[in-house]
């Protein structure tokens, strides 16, 4: 398996990370003091980061989304927004990540008073300042909450911004009872304009909600999908079967924006030995790995790819396909895939060949 050592030194790239998600606990205490906050279940940054866990690692998607509360209760000035953008550069930085798409929902920062416009500038602002002079970029994509009505104003929004590094459009949230065509006038509005579209679909539910996100709607990468591997048949030597869902998904390369902790804590998944991620590899699908939320998972993007390396024998080849899947999956400039794609190039292939394909522990 990997050695820690070389997962973090690795350049990586990241595609699904949730800003109200990352928080640092140290952060969320401050700023809750700072705002006289009465609300969070204690004010020690060491037990507060081992709440998060424990409440997001209950097996419910819906459970898991409780915690947010407390983070998105410090997240509602410009001030603060500023700062938790700008912290969440800095580690991602920090993590080796050399690219980075953070997703947010505008709609949920809004309770004392701030408009739209402010909380989008404060968090582009934010990105900016933490990722100056640290080997990163980090581009945004703004979320719409699947259970409320406001999606088409959040891709207007996306669109106005398109300019200054938001370069994507999501919903988010609870998923079961609220299909992706929900929001289709939103999506329809993104595949008008040439924006691209990421849907969280297939996290707890099956494929009907996958099928729906990449034929109706127009996405071209899957928040999570895990209900693909039901498309997918169990005996790892059989073919691929009339699935009709996973040839697109092959054919077009869309782009499955895998989270093992995160899926493992909600109960998608029963152990991290059933994720179907390594079979979705296998397959030639093209899989990511990526945190969702850092801090309610205790994780970061080197972590997912160690437990990932323990669980399924990955070596550096392999988390070299995972890179370069993320990478052509990206929503950037063809320019800018390539200026990283050799930097990726250059670091994994020199480090598969001195480093024995990295499997040692220094």
């Not at 580690?91 to 980075?100: E, K, V």
């Not at 989008?120 to 979320?143: A, H, M, P, Q, Y």
């Not at 998972?297 to 899947?325: P, Q």
């Amino acid at each position: 398996m990997l050695s820690p050592e070389i997962i973090q030194t690795a350049p990586k790239i990241l595609l699904h990370d949730h800003l109200d998600g990352g928080l640092r606990p140290s952060t969320i205490v401050q700023l809750a003091k700072d705002s006289e906050i009465k609300s969070l279940p204690t004010y020690n940054a060491n037990e507060l980061g081992d709440w998060m866990t424990a409440t997001a690692d209950r097996k419910d998607l819906e459970l898991y989304l409780e915690a947010f509360a407390h983070t998105l209760s410090v997240m509602q000035t410009q001030d603060s927004l500023y700062r938790v953008a700008a912290e969440c550069a800095e580690d991602l930085a920090d993590d080796g990540i050399i690219y980075a798409e953070v997703r947010f929902a505008p709609e949920l920062h809004l309770a004392n008073g701030l408009t739209v416009t402010q909380v989008i500038e404060s968090v582009l602002d934010g990105f900016k300042s933490g990722s100056e002079g640290r080997g990163i970029i980090v581009n945004t994509l703004i979320c719409a909450i699947r259970s409320r009505t406001r999606s088409k104003e959040m891709m207007e929004h996306a669109l106005h911004f398109r300019s200054r590094g938001v370069v994507g459009f999501d919903i988010a949230g609870p998923e079961i009872g609220y299909p992706p065509s929900d929001h289709l006038t939103a999506f329809l509005l993104a595949v008008d304009s040439n924006f691209p579209v990421t849907i969280h679909a297939g996290e707890v539910g099956g494929v009907d909600y996958i099928r729906e996100a990449v034929k109706a709607c127009g996405a071209s990468r899957i928040g999570h999908g895990l209900g693909l591997q039901y498309e997918i048949p169990s005996n790892k030597d059989a073919g691929l079967g009339e699935s009709e869902l996973v040839s697109l998904f092959l054919d077009e390369q869309i782009a499955l924006e895998l989270c093992p902790s995160s899926n493992l804590h909600i109960g998608a998944v029963d152990s991290l030995s059933e994720h179907p991620i390594s079979r979705f590899i296998d397959l030639g699908l093209c899989a990511t790995v990526n945190t969702d939320n850092r801090l309610m998972s205790n994780t970061s993007l080197s972590k997912e790819l160690l437990i990932c390396s323990e669980a399924f024998g990955w070596d550096i080849t392999t988390v070299y396909t995972l890179m370069r899947n993320a990478l052509s999956s990206s929503f950037i400039s063809s320019q800018l895939k390539e200026d990283l794609s050799s930097v990726l190039s250059n670091w994994y292939l020199l480090n598969s060949q001195t480093k024995g394909n990295g499997n040692e522990r220094n």
